[in-house]
């Protein structure tokens, strides 16, 4: 049973660039949350996607934005890179029913990206 | 808006000795509590999941306990071992603007010395 899978592992990207991270939820999974992990913090939410909907958001830019795919896969991306945007990027995937009991988050390994 | 704080920030023991690490949460209305570990630079290992209407959960050596009404989990660890070292992270799940959203402490910092 393969878990969350995220690609790539590792990136460098210059400031001002563009990049586009991606997930693969857990299979039986139908819901994709991302974080933002700076070192030495816990990890901080960004959004979350629901049938390939954003339906809730954290305190980040709008240059943060996100897309899930018909399969439950997602990408987020980060437009006009800052410095401080050089974080560990982890994507979750849970199981969502309204009236269910919730199995928890499964992460994945995440992307390191670092801006230069 | 959910609080998780994690104290102490950092922990070193000597190998063989057990442990505590605590999680506390300003929201009791919580849904469940997860205790995770993350080992340098890597992704997030789910370690025990605890419901909102359960007590402690128990894996091998592990074993944490939640007290909703208090605001309290604490994750403890027999007869630590070098390979646990790693930093023990706690996330709150809970209800917001009608979805379940996850918030997590800032971590404790484990070195077990061989």
């Known amino acids: 049973d393969a878990g969350v899978t995220q690609s790539p592992t590792h990136l460098i990207k210059t400031r001002g660039q563009q990049v586009t991270l991606r997930c693969s939820p857990k299979?039986?999974?139908?819901?994709v949350s991302w974080y933002q992990q700076a070192l030495g913090q816990g990890p901080q939410f960004i959004f979350q996607?629901?049938?390939?909907?954003?339906?809730q958001r954290g305190n980040f830019p709008d240059r943060f934005s996100g897309h899930q795919f018909p399969n439950y896969s997602s990408e987020l991306n980060v437009n006009a890179l800052l410095l401080g945007d050089s974080a560990l990027y982890l994507c979750?995937?849970?199981?969502?029913?309204?009236?269910?009991?919730?199995?928890?988050?499964?992460f994945g390994s995440g992307t390191r990206l670092t801006v230069v | 808006k959910q609080e998780v704080t994690q104290i102490p920030a950092a922990l070193s023991v000597p190998e063989g000795e057990n442990l505590v690490l605590n999680c506390s949460f300003t929201?009791?209305?919580?849904?469940?509590l997860q205790w995770f570990r993350q080992d340098p630079g890597k992704g997030l290992t789910s370690l025990l999941l605890?419901?909102?209407?359960?007590r402690e959960q128990t894996s091998g050596r592990l074993n944490a306990s939640l007290d909703k009404s208090s605001g309290r989990s604490t994750l403890y660890i027999a007869a630590s071992q070098p390979g646990d070292s790693a930093t023990y992270l706690c996330?709150?799940?809970?209800?917001?603007?009608?979805?379940?959203?996850?918030?997590f402490g800032t971590g404790t910092k484990l070195q077990v010395i061989p």
């Open positions: 979750a995937s849970s199981l969502a029913r309204s009236n269910s009991i919730s199995y928890g988050y499964t």
């Open positions: 929201d009791s209305a919580i849904y469940n």
């Open positions: 605890i419901q909102s209407s359960q």
């Open positions: 299979s039986g999974h139908d819901t």
């Open positions: 996607y629901y049938e390939e909907e954003e339906r």
């Open positions: 996330a709150v799940s809970d209800y917001s603007g009608g979805y379940q959203k996850v918030t």
